[in-house]
Nanobody, 117 residues
Framework: QVQLVESGGGLVQPGGSLRLSCAAS????????MGWHRQAPGKQRELVAF???????HYANSVKDRFTISRDNAKNTTYLQMYSLKPEDSGLYYC???????????WGQGTQVTVSS
């Protein structure tokens, strides 16, 4: 079972940048698709981006060209680099790991991102 811990959230002004980190423990990281989701108050949790074990990436249209997801398998860590942040990017950001071979899904507890002036 993989354990996930997010960090890097905080308060930034519109147009600013943040880099979120997701540190994973366990033996399944290299085989897992890693993703970031976010949830704002009163809204459903939505997919932001994911990256497969083969480094195939996908982004929600709302963050395309502004966010970059990456992974460092040697460090068992996934990152979400966010540029040009907008107030509508605010929310609780969750890291998740999906292992398609074991059919397991794990979630972190989230890190808060607030974009406000």
């Amino acid at each position: 079972q993989v354990q996930l811990v997010e960090s890097g959230g905080g308060l930034v002004q519109p147009g600013g940048s943040l880099r979120l980190s997701c540190a994973a423990s366990g033996s399944d990281f290299q085989r897992s698709t890693m993703g970031w989701h976010r949830q704002a108050p009163g809204k459903q949790r939505e997919l932001v981006a994911f990256i497969t074990s083969g480094d195939v990436t996908h982004y929600a249209n709302s963050v395309k060209d502004r966010f970059t997801i990456s992974r460092d398998n040697a460090k068992n860590t996934t990152y979400l680099q966010m540029y040009s942040l907008k107030p509508e990017d605010s929310g609780l950001y969750y890291c998740n790991a999906h292992n398609p071979y074991r059919n397991t899904m794990n979630w972190g507890q989230g890190t808060q991102v607030t974009v406000s002036s």
